[in-house]
């Protein structure tokens, strides 16, 4: 038996139409105050960083090969410039 699966959504505020969900608690500063770009830039980079490889201990405890292990300052440093690049 297959299984059809949707095409993701590649933003937070896709995914959160998609799924049919109103904004809640989480997301009411990125809405009240317009700042849906950065919130999507936050996942994204968050994404980017993942998808190179790195990780944080409690994250690579389950499959550590290939992966580069970061502290969590660290993993933030990379995620905020990540976030700079994007919105740049």
Same mark, same amino acid.
């Given at each position: 038996?297959?299984?059809?699966?949707?095409? %993701?959504?590649?933003?937070?505020?896709?995914?959160?139409?998609?799924?049919?969900?109103?904004?809640?608690?989480?997301?009411?500063?990125?809405?009240?105050?317009?700042?849906?770009?950065?919130?999507?830039?936050?996942?994204?980079?968050?994404?980017?960083?993942?998808?190179?490889?790195? %990780?944080?201990?409690?994250?690579?405890?389950?499959?550590?090969?290939?992966?580069?292990?970061?502290?969590? %300052?660290?993993?933030?440093?990379?995620?905020?410039?990540?976030?700079?690049?994007?919105?740049?």
């Amino acid at each position: 038996m297959s299984r059809r699966t949707a095409p %993701r959504p590649s933003t937070p505020t896709e995914y959160r139409q998609s799924a049919g969900h109103h904004p809640d608690r989480r997301d009411a500063p990125a809405h009240s105050f317009g700042l849906e770009a950065e919130a999507d830039a936050i996942v994204k980079a968050v994404r980017k960083v993942l998808e190179q490889g790195f %990780r944080t201990q409690d994250l690579a405890r389950t499959n550590p090969e290939g992966l580069t292990v970061l502290g969590t %300052r660290e993993m933030g440093a990379k995620v905020r410039e990540t976030v700079k690049d994007l919105l740049a």
